[in-house]
């Protein structure tokens, strides 16, 4: 079983700044990826920011230049660096990885997802 655990959510006001982690745990063979998804109500799950083993990142059209994602592959850990925070970015933000359980087994994961909320 594969486990992924999210801390960092909560109320900023807006212009302020939030840092999301995320650490995933159990059976990991080797990660492939892991990002950053959110929701926000009435909208369908998008992409923020994602970063394979690499270092490659990839980031939604509306947080670029604003938003960071960083890796600690050591600590199976990912962060989100946010900045210049808005209302629009209000949201449930999910963690997600795809990681290899075994040599051949692989597949995507998902947090139970952390409330961001910035009141206008």
């Known amino acids: 079983q594969v486990q992924l655990e999210e801390s960092g959510g909560g109320l900023v006001q807006a212009g302020g700044s939030l840092r999301l982690s995320c650490t995933a745990s159990?059976?990991?063979?080797?990660?492939?990826?892991m990002g950053w998804y959110r929701q926000a109500p009435g909208k369908q799950r998008e992409l923020v920011a994602s970063?394979?083993?690499?270092?490659?990142?990839n980031y939604g059209d509306p947080v670029k230049g604003r938003f960071t994602i960083s890796r600690d592959n050591a600590k199976n850990m990912v962060n989100l660096q946010m900045n210049s925070l808005k209302a629009e970015v209000a949201a449930v933000y999910y963690c997600?990885?795809?990681?290899?359980?075994?040599?051949?087994?692989?597949?995507?994961?998902w947090g139970q997802g952390t409330q961001v909320s910035v009141p206008s």
């Open positions: 997600s990885s795809q990681l290899y359980t075994n040599y051949a087994a692989w597949d995507d994961y």
């Open positions: 159990g059976t990991i063979f080797r990660i492939i990826a």
């Open positions: 970063i394979n083993a690499g270092g490659g990142t």
